[in-house]
């Protein structure tokens, strides 16, 4: 598939710049640019299921083996929210 796109001679610039200090054509940079638009748009992403978010909760949590436990009791409603109700 074949997009025409108008770009400003500034836009048009800065991504001959960051596709020259890539080492790679301008076309080549435009795409790889849309392709992560497309990877890491929020809409097109299906939700983790419980057991998959557990598991990367888990394996965050791994990374810390000297992160501490904190207790219930260490953060209350009134210590967050004072006064205001």
Do not use: N, V, W
């Not at 200090?21 to 638009?37: D, H, K, S, V």
């Amino acid at each position: 598939m074949t997009i025409l796109l108008e770009l400003s001679p500034e836009m048009e610039a800065r991504l001959a710049a960051e596709a020259q200090a890539c080492g790679i054509a301008l076309e080549e940079y435009a795409q790889r640019l849309l392709q992560q638009a497309i990877d890491f748009s929020p809409r097109l992403r299906s939700r983790a299921s419980q057991d998959e978010f557990r598991s990367f909760l888990d394996a965050l949590a791994s990374k810390a083996p000297k992160a501490p436990q904190l207790r219930a009791e260490t953060f209350s409603r009134e210590m967050i929210y004072g006064e205001h109700d």
